[in-house]
């Protein structure tokens, strides 16, 4: 369900939202895991009953991943990377859309930047800035 976040609704879901997004890095981390293995067993075994168990693993481990990106997703939240840990929340200013971006490791959402501009166009969100929605 799509809805703008205000920095304190973002705020308030920030915890729910940290638990899935380091479920989903997890998972992410599986997959490159097993990536490793299947690639480490190409280059080392002559068994095609180990590559297609490996294999078979690495399918479930990327169905895994990407349904818990979409239960991430589903909090409202953007995935911009999981790589990166970077997260936007939609918000407004004033009439325009914007972000709310957040990055792993930060305990609260502290800036926004413009639709069309990332991680290096954040600004941060002033205490008194009720221009936000």
Not at 14 to 37: G, H, R, S, T, W
Request: net charge negative.
């Amino acid at each position: 369900m799509f809805a703008f976040f205000t920095p304190n609704e973002a705020n308030d879901a920030l915890p729910d939202v940290i638990k899935k997004f380091e479920y989903a890095l997890a998972k992410n981390n599986e997959v490159k895991k097993i990536e490793q293995e299947l690639q480490i067993s190409i280059s080392t075994t002559n068994s095609l009953e180990s590559y297609v168990d490996i294999k078979q693993r690495l399918n479930t481990a990327i169905t895994k991943f990407y349904e818990s990106v979409e239960i991430l997703e589903n909090t409202g939240v953007v995935v911009k990377s999981i790589e990166q840990g970077l997260l936007d929340f939609p918000s407004k200013r004033f009439e325009d859309e914007v972000w709310l971006c957040w990055k792993y490791g930060e305990t609260e959402i502290k800036f926004w930047h413009e639709k069309d501009s990332g991680f290096m166009g954040r600004k941060p969100i002033e205490v008194s800035d009720d221009s936000l929605v």
